[in-house]
């Protein structure tokens, strides 16, 4: 299974249950006929962590910002 799935907070929770609902049935998991629910799955995961990353990021920059700021108004002093 995902890595992500083991986290507290479950964005993707309905395709989660729908991949487990379909994996019941050991021959649709074997012959490929879960493959529509774990790709629909896999795209709201990627879509969590691509939304996640772009948060970061923007924290990221503002927070290099801010140091920036400091140091520039040290070195003034």
Sequence with gaps: MHPQLS????V?????????????????????GCNQEKDSL??????ERVE???RNRAQA???RLKTEQVWKELHQD
């Design 7 to 10: 986290d507290k907070r479950i």
């Design 61 to 63: 920059r503002e927070k």
């Design 42 to 47: 896999n795209r709201c995961l990627r879509k």
């Design 12 to 32: 993707c929770r309905e395709f989660i249950q729908a991949l487990d609902a379909c994996h019941v049935n050991n021959w649709a998991r074997l012959t490929g």
């Design 52 to 54: 996640r990353s772009t």
